[in-house]
């Protein structure tokens, strides 16, 4: 029996029942006990009323006579009779007149009146003296004493059918109201119970919806009582509940964005050695497409470094090459209150760009000191030839005079180029915007490269389609970008081929496409050709002349236009360098 509506319903009934019992019980005996003690007492009234009358005045031979005068005793209820106590007859009595058919008493009560008490029975069985049937009868006895001697014996009884049969009735009243209160108990209680369980019931399925995660729905309260008052404080804290869970849900989902949109992997593993959380880099970072299969054991083993998980100690600026990658690795540990390690938390930072440019610093220090030195080394050369006494051979002079020159053209032009590239990066440079019509500003750029094309075997070819297009820009700036392309383009062109300049157009930009029929860009050096002192080819670059600058100052200017500049190239068959400015 689990459920405790019943339990409460066969509660209350066998409340009820023995409360029933012991009241009927209790109502019955009492009953009972008043009808004997009143039977006792109508009794002794009887037999003293024989003993006054009838034997005070001793006159024995009278004794039947005076009986027949005493019919208020008999009346129907009261039988008495007075025995002899030498020979144990009746000598006198009122129930008969036939002195032949008076019975020798031999009951408890009798022999304990010959022995000198009074005594009294009830409820015994006999035979009727009359009719034979067995009946219930009160019965007194009482001894009359003279000179100290049991003389007669007064015996009384009477018939206590009624008496018995009123009892029986009223015991069957109640054990039929017991029965009739029983079924009133089970209905009101089983509504009384109903009443109770059914929010209790409420209550439970609710709680069982709390551990499911359903925290929206509500209990009705249907009394005011201390259950509804139960219930109520069930709703309240079902919806702290659900505004606490809410609000962990959102400072878990913050954390899920923050840790998917950090750029730093974050490892976390528990102190068994498993993998508990991975942000979404960490995958890219380490290259490895399954990390919740990687223990925290095999992932240092793969990371190649040695740290026990149970001794472990926070480990920091930890530099890992994973193929292309460098990443910086920390090595935290955490633990709970007590002092106990919990875990350990690895964070990775992608240091593999900062390496780059650190590498392209010292690569650009050495380039610049490579280009400064050796024009200057030319010219100290050159110089000290002349010192010699070459400079008296002025043919040779000259033509030595005509190489310092050169190289001194040639650290000016990459002296202007670094100052250039320093004020971008500082934020120096500024700009002359106007509207400028690039048709007119292509066209002056190839006036400038006729010579220099034509003396190399070469063409410059530009037919615009239109005359009108114009765009926001610095002139001056342009017009360097463009001389720039131009010039490389004519450098790495064979004798006899041809630059093509087409001006294309989109929605939003214009697109100036200079092709050439040069030697063409590896894949792999394509890339990189914007970075500073990049060269393809550094020994027919610098036997050239170039700096390697060019092409990251002119990037440098056209994303200061806000626009943008690429290169596509085949090698052997020439490159498409194409500068895109907003219209």
């Known amino acids: 029996m689990k459920s405790i509506r019943w339990k409460l319903v066969i509660m209350y009934i066998a409340l009820v029942f023995i409360v029933m019992i012991i009241s009927g019980t209790f109502m019955t005996v009492t009953l009972r006990r008043g009808e004997e003690d009143k039977a ?19 006159n024995p031979e009278f004794f039947q006579a005076a009986f027949s005068d005493m019919t208020e005793i008999g009346a129907g209820r009261i039988y008495s009779s007075i025995i002899d106590a030498g020979t144990r007859k009746v000598i006198a009595t009122n129930v008969t007149s036939d002195e032949e058919r008076f019975p020798v008493y031999s009951s ?4 304990q009146a010959l022995a000198g008490g009074r005594s009294f029975a009830a409820g015994r069985n006999y035979n009727d003296d009359i009719t034979g ?5 009160m019965e ?4 009359y004493l003279v000179n100290g001697k049991v003389t007669y014996v007064i015996y009384s009884r009477s018939d206590a059918t009624n008496i018995y049969e009123n009892i029986g009735k009223t015991t069957r009243t109640l054990a039929l109201s ?6 009133l108990t089970a209905v009101l209680g089983f509504l009384f119970a109903n009443s109770l369980t059914t929010p209790i019931a409420a209550l439970t399925n609710k709680a069982r919806e709390l551990a499911r995660g359903k925290l929206h729905s509500e209990i009705p309260v249907a009394s005011r009582d201390e259950i509804g008052q139960l219930t109520m404080s069930f709703n309240n804290m079902a919806k702290e509940l659900n505004k606490t869970m809410s609000g962990m849900e959102n400072e878990k989902n913050k954390q899920e964005i923050l840790l998917s949109n950090m750029t730093d992997g974050v490892l976390a593993y528990d102190n068994s050695g498993k993998l508990i959380h991975a942000s979404r880099v960490c995958g890219e970072l380490l290259g490895f497409p399954d990390m919740y299969g990687l223990s925290f054991t095999q992932m240092t083993g793969r990371l190649g470094v040695d740290i026990d998980l149970e001794t472990a100690e926070p480990m920091k600026d930890i530099t890992i090459n994973i193929g292309k990658r460098f990443l910086d690795a920390s090595f935290n540990t955490y633990k709970n209150k007590t002092g106990a390690l919990e875990g350990i938390v690895i964070v990775l930072h992608d240091i593999t760009e900062h390496i780059r440019l650190d590498n392209m610093r010292k690569e650009f220090v050495a380039n610049v000191s490579h280009e400064i030195r050796t024009p200057l080394t030319a010219i100290k050369g050159y110089a000290e030839t002349l010192i010699n006494g070459s400079i008296d051979d002025r043919e040779v002079a000259l033509e030595f005079l005509e190489v310092i020159n050169s190289e001194t053209d040639r650290m000016t032009l990459i002296v202007k180029d670094l100052l250039e590239l320093s004020r971008f990066d500082g934020g120096q440079m500024t700009f002359s915007f106007t509207e400028v019509n ?12 006729r010579i220099t094309a034509a003396n ?10 239109r005359e009108d297009v114009t765009v926001t820009a610095d002139p001056e700036r342009i017009s360097q970008v463009l001389t ?40 792999g050096d394509l890339p990189h050709i914007f970075e500073r002192f990049y060269r393809v080819d550094k020994a027919r670059s610098r036997d050239m002349g170039g700096t390697g600058l060019g092409l990251s100052i002119a990037k440098e200017i056209i994303e200061a236009h806000g626009g943008k500049i690429w290169a596509s190239s085949q090698p052997g068959k020439g490159t498409a360098m194409t500068v895109m400015l907003r219209k």
Request: aromatic content about 8%.
């Open 40 to 58: 006792e007492y109508e009794l002794k009234q009887a037999t003293g009323k024989i003993v006054q009358t009838i034997i005070e005045p001793n």
């Open 108 to 111: 408890k009560t009798i022999i």
């Open 133 to 137: 049937a067995v009946k219930p009868w």
């Open 140 to 143: 007194y006895a009482q001894p």
């Open 178 to 183: 017991t029965v009739l209160a029983l079924v």
């Open 438 to 449: 690039l048709t007119e500003l292509i066209r002056r750029n190839i006036k400038q490269h």
């Open 456 to 465: 190399g075997g070469k063409s410059v070819n530009f037919e615009p389609e």
């Open 484 to 523: 720039n392309i131009i010039s490389n383009a004519l450098k790495y062109s064979p004798e006899g081929s041809s630059v093509d300049i087409v001006l294309e157009e989109t929605k939003e930009h214009y697109c100036i496409v200079i092709r050439d029929n040069g030697f063409g860009i590896p894949k």
